[in-house]
């Protein structure tokens, strides 16, 4: 069972434009909602993270929308910058389990064209 | 402050070789995980800790062991390496507060041949 299908698997965006990446879920028990981007060669990295609580976070360029009844969340970088270029993950938490482990979708990948 | 630290960068096994990956992690973190990275698949949890001397299975566990004697450490083993664990493996941790965010090392590439 696929629990969580981002979109698209691959964006490419002109400097100064918006970037859109969609992430659906199905597991219920998700009570965190993260995204993380990585680098070439490096490890995933914490971005910005939403609790269900809810319906929208801002940090800087950084939104992350979140629509709990249609079990979908979304991260919109505006004014997209060359240095935005990296693979982003949604990456939700099931709450209650214990382990703190995350669900990563299967990625992102970003070019922001100069 | 070096966060995670995994050795070693690089390996190249034979079928059937062993191997240990080792995840060192100096923020006395408690929750340690090790995830493998295949293209298309985003990161899938193999093994995960919630404190020292613990140990537990996550989605992909076959094919792999693990040991946390000491806290600050996370081992992963490969007892006999098989083409399908060619991947790039990554350790995590994160601390006690609810919504700790996980930590990252840079990633072990394995090939196995």
């Known amino acids: 069972q696929q629990q969580v299908k981002q979109s698209p698997q691959s964006l490419i965006v002109q400097k100064g434009g918006i970037s859109i990446i969609n992430c659906a879920y199905e597991n219920t028990a998700f009570d965190y909602f993260p995204w993380y981007q990585q680098f070439p060669g490096k490890g995933p990295a914490l971005l910005i993270a939403i609790r269900p609580d809810v319906s929208e976070k801002k940090e800087g360029r950084f939104t992350i929308s979140f629509n709990k009844s249609a079990k979908q969340f979304s991260l919109h970088i505006m004014d997209s910058q060359p240095g935005d270029s990296a693979t982003y993950f949604c990456a939700p938490r099931a709450g209650g389990t214990g382990r703190r482990a995350l669900t990563f979708g299967s990625g992102t990948r970003l070019q922001v064209q100069p | 402050n070096a966060g995670v630290t995994q050795t070693p960068k690089f390996r190249v096994l034979k079928t059937g070789q062993s191997m240990t990956l080792l995840c060192a992690q100096d923020m006395n973190h408690e929750y340690m995980y090790w995830y493998r990275q295949d293209p298309g698949m985003g990161l899938r949890l193999i093994h995960y800790s919630v404190g020292e001397g613990t140990t537990a299975k996550g989605e992909v566990p076959d094919g792999y062991n693990v040991s946390r004697l000491k806290k600050q450490n996370f081992l992963l083993g490969l007892e006999s390496a098989a083409p399908s664990q060619t991947s790039v493996y990554f350790c995590?941790?994160?601390?006690?507060?609810?919504?700790?965010?996980?930590?990252f090392g840079n990633g072990t590439r394995l090939t196995v041949t």
């Open positions: 995590a941790s994160s601390g006690t507060p609810q919504y700790s965010p996980l930590h």
